[in-house]
């Protein structure tokens, strides 16, 4: 019995892996919006009541496609901040930053579904919360470390968004001060804006080497979070 159940599970794990690349391929070609359960079925040769014992909705499997998106992109940065753990608090940034945007440029597809315009009708749920976070976690990690060996250059709170950061500095980052939680909200926003232009293609005819106008960008989030120039 234990080698019939072994075999069905590999078996469900094949034909779930065959749905999911399908589904990616009729993203690629059609847009998050009209994916179809239906569609993928059909291109499969499956029955669509097949396919429903493996994903019950067409929400399910989109969120199955994020989970794996944010999951891909969080394992590039943190295997880039494994490599780079004997450099510098500023080497370790700008490798991060770098994986995320090489990971978004080999896969923009998959980023356009987690970064892009919200899929209409689908609400994300709790399950993607984790996995969306792992590329934060790892730029967070790098600047609580740096806070704890050699400190921070932060600039000076404003007195107007101290509330915000204060709250920002209790949910998400208790053990760094509201001035770093802050710059880590606005870095990150600009980061994945950043890439968001390179990949959909909006530094077309204005952004030509785009190599170094990245590295030079991730330099000065680095300068905005507050790790020291040399570390």
Not at 3 to 11: P, S, W
Not at 122 to 139: G, H, K, N
């Amino acid at each position: 019995m234990s080698t019939i159940r072994g075999a069905r599970a590999r078996a469900r794990i094949e034909v779930t892996a065959a749905i999911k690349d399908e589904a990616r391929r009729q993203l690629a070609a059609d847009g998050a919006a009209k994916l179809s359960l239906r569609a993928v079925a059909r291109e499969l040769g499956m029955v669509s009541s097949a396919l429903y014992r493996y994903f019950p909705s067409r929400d399910d499997l989109l969120t199955a496609l994020i989970v794996d998106a944010y999951d891909a992109v969080g394992e590039a940065a943190e295997t880039a901040l494994a490599k780079a753990a004997r450099s510098g608090r500023r080497a370790q940034w700008a490798a991060v930053c770098a994986a995320a945007r090489t990971w978004a440029l080999a896969h923009p597809h998959e980023y356009a579904l987690i970064y892009g315009s919200p899929v209409p009708g689908y609400t994300a749920p709790q399950d993607t919360v984790v996995p969306a976070s792992r590329v934060a976690l790892v730029l967070i990690s790098i600047v609580r470390d740096a806070h704890r060996a050699e400190g921070l250059a932060l600039a000076p709170l404003p007195e107007a968004v101290r509330p915000e950061a204060e709250r920002l500095a209790a949910d998400i980052t208790p053990e760094l001060p509201p001035a770093a939680a802050l710059a880590l909200a606005t870095v990150w926003a600009q980061l994945f804006g950043v890439i968001s232009f390179e990949v959909f293609g909006q530094f077309h005819r204005v952004v030509e080497d785009r190599d170094a106008f990245f590295a030079q960008t991730a330099e000065g989030l680095a300068q905005s979070v507050g790790l020291l120039r040399g570390e």
